[in-house]
Nanobody, 115 residues
Framework: QVQLVESGGGLVQAGGSLRLSCAAS????????MGWYRQAPGKQRELVASITRISTTNYADSVKGRFTASRDNAKNTVYLQMNSLKPEDTAVYYC?????????WGQGTQVTVSS
């Protein structure tokens, strides 16, 4: 059974930092592209960052220079370091594992940034 479990969300003041983690099980983690998505109330889910199996990263323009995705294949875990957080970063953040023909999601973790 595939499981993606996010952690690290919470309430933080604007300008603060959080580090999200996503622990994967039931998949060969190292071959998957891992993504972080977010969904704010009333908005569509959007890609925040992705990291390929060789750790090539891609970021949404809105988070470039503030967020950093990384992965530890030995721990089957992907991370999202979020710095200089803004109120508009408030959303539920989801972890995604993607490989051709396979697509898995976590349950999400809430990030709230107060002004």
């Amino acid at each position: 059974q595939v499981q993606l479990v996010e952690s690290g969300g919470g309430l933080v003041q604007a300008g603060g930092s959080l580090r999200l983690s996503c622990a994967a099980s039931g998949i060969i983690f190292s071959v998957y592209t891992m993504g972080w998505y977010r969904q704010a109330p009333g908005k569509q889910r959007e890609l925040v960052a992705s990291i390929t199996r060789i750790s090539t990263t891609n970021y949404a323009d809105s988070v470039k220079g503030r967020f950093t995705a990384s992965r530890d294949n030995a721990k089957n875990t992907v991370y999202l370091q979020m710095n200089s957080l803004k109120p508009e970063d408030t959303a539920v953040y989801y972890c995604n594992a993607l490989k051709m023909g396979e697509d898995y999601w976590g349950q999400g973790t809430q990030v709230t940034v107060s002004s």
